[in-house]
């Protein structure tokens, strides 16, 4: 059953920006953390943020600390995704992510999440 939908995925050239949307289906309170994760062609899935739903505590990995910002809209049940500075290297299909309970979203671990939306893609290419 889908519970997260992404959206704002599309092309811009390295330097620009863009921001995806993840909403919920549900109220973000169900879940404990909600979180960002990209998958590059022939690559593992990485976490890129996360963000607790209650206390609204953030994690980058170094790879995008200081472009990337995550936020969260309780009225409208939706997690942003603010890119800046977009590099080549962020292409990738981006997934939203939730998790029930846990530490995964802030360790950046894919596998233990627990829903999952279709992703959209992120092209940075000049």
């Known amino acids: 059953q889908v519970q997260l939908v992404e959206s704002g995925g599309g092309s811009v050239q390295p330097g620009g920006s863009l921001r995806l949307s993840c909403e919920s289906l549900k109220t973000l309170m169900n879940y404990y953390t909600i979180g960002w994760f990209r998958q590059a062609p022939g690559k593992e899935r990485e976490g890129v943020s996360c963000i607790h739903t209650s206390d609204g505590s953030t994690y980058y990995p170094d790879s995008v600390k200081g472009r990337f910002t995550i936020s969260r809209d309780y009225s409208k049940n939706t997690v942003y995704l603010q890119m800046n500075s977009l590099k080549p290297e962020d292409t990738a299909v981006y997934y939203c992510?939730?998790?029930?309970?846990?530490?995964?979203?802030?360790?950046?671990?894919?596998?233990?999440?627990?829903?999952w939306g279709k992703g959209t893609l992120v092209t940075v290419s000049s």
């Open positions: 992510a939730a998790e029930t309970y846990g530490s995964s979203c802030f360790l950046g671990n894919y596998k233990g999440m627990n829903y």
